[in-house]
């Protein structure tokens, strides 16, 4: 005999007096379905005759992240959705996404949206909330590998036959090659560029700060456009046909080259870059008050599932996991990179020192940015 399912129902004959009560009722309970996270019962009959409550909840998470991640989540969520549902039977979840670029993202988040979980390109978005006493002050700690599921990294996407021979960053600082360029001071993926040509100029002067700032004057007085995020860059370099290279994170030029201009383009690696991080934090502030915490925490873990880490190769993101990254060397080569915290300090000195008003930044770009 097959399980059935039965729910109260009200009485058809009401007193005015009982059906004012249920009104009250019925809106109290319309409230807490518009909170995301309302608890309702059902009976199952079992097939013994037994009779089983069943909690089901409806949970709905905000996550807030960067451009480029958008293609990421758009397949990571129906996996979560299928985990949370089997390890939660009678649950329901959905995800809403929101993308732009990474601290105006963070700026949302600290001005009042509503995140449940956010999902940044560098840590210093995630420490403006945790100032704010958004996140714990430990969210670092709270997963693996200090809250870093994968990582990616900077190169260059160039027209197909790479016809201005752009084979390093030292190419960018040639004269008559034009440049499209995410705006450092609104994106991660601007900042990730800045500091990846920064670094190389250091590590190929061996460290003489004056060389190198002579090279990022050169390189940066090539800039033809700076976006205000990594999506808006690859819009402008591919459907707009602007610039002869664009600057960008490794996952989004694999998507460039494979999917948006197969043909078109092609990538070139350069022999030393920057290895950008993508850090993840649960907004407490917020889930304590919906009651979504462990949910966003499940979320969160679940990024680190070798189903997700295998995604995240699939889309051209480098697993944390050494195992699923050595399995996807086709997808992602072996390259020299080094860390912006081990070459430029920590988040708050790098943004003090480049990227504030009148910052390095500011005094070596020969373009205004927007």
């Given at each position: ?18 059906w004012a ?6 809106t109290?309970?319309?409230?807490l ?11 199952v009959?079992n097939?013994?005759?037994?009779v ?27 996996l979560?959705?299928k ?93 008559g ?25 250091l590590?190929?002067?061996n ?25 808006a ?34 990538i ?6 920057i290895q950008s ?24 873990n679940?990024?680190?599932?070798d ?14 996991n050494?195992?699923i ?13 080094f ?23 500011d ?8």
């Open positions: 005999m097959a399980n059935t399912v039965s729910s109260n129902a009200y009485p058809v004959s009401v007193s005015l007096k009982q009560t249920i009104v009250t009722l019925s109290l309970t319309l409230g379905t518009a909170c995301g996270n309302q608890k309702q019962q059902s009976t009959t097939s013994d005759g037994s089983t409550t069943i909690d089901n909840k409806d949970v709905q998470l905000l996550n807030v992240s960067y451009d480029i991640s958008r293609d990421f989540y758009k397949d990571y969520n129906p979560f959705v985990h949370y549902k089997a390890q939660h039977p009678g649950s329901n979840i959905s995800i809403s996404q929101s993308h732009g670029g990474s601290s105006k993202q963070a700026l949302s988040v600290a001005n009042g949206l509503q995140a449940d979980v956010v999902t940044m390109n560098q840590g210093s978005d995630i420490e403006l909330l945790q100032k704010k006493g958004l996140v714990a002050n430990d969210w670092n700690k709270a997963f693996t590998n200090n809250a870093v599921p994968f990582t990616s990294t900077t190169v260059f996407l160039v027209r197909e036959g790479n016809p201005k021979q752009i084979k390093d960053w030292s190419d960018l600082a040639k004269p090659v034009e440049i499209v360029i995410a705006n450092p001071k609104a994106s991660g993926s601007g900042r990730y560029s800045f500091l990846g040509a920064y670094g190389y100029g590590h190929q002067f460290n003489d700060e004056a060389k190198t700032q002579d090279f990022m004057k050169q390189l940066l007085g090539n800039v033809k456009v700076y976006e205000n995020g990594g999506r860059a690859t819009t402008t370099f591919m459907q707009r046909n602007i610039g002869d290279v664009l600057i960008t994170f490794e996952n989004e030029a694999n998507l460039s080259a494979t999917k948006f201009g197969k043909g078109q383009v092609q070139v690696y350069p022999s030393y870059t991080e993508t850090p993840v934090a649960v907004v407490k502030a917020v889930t304590d008050k919906k009651g979504t915490t462990e949910a966003a925490t499940e979320y969160l679940y990024l680190w599932s189903e997700a880490q295998q995604l995240a190769a699939d889309l051209y993101m480098r697993p944390t050494p195992k990254l050595a399995a996807n060397t086709d997808k992602l080569p072996a390259i020299e990179t860390r912006t915290n081990d070459v430029f300090g920590t988040w708050d000195e790098v943004m003090t020192k480049y990227f504030k008003e009148g910052g390095v930044f005094q070596l770009a020969q373009t205004k940015t927007q």
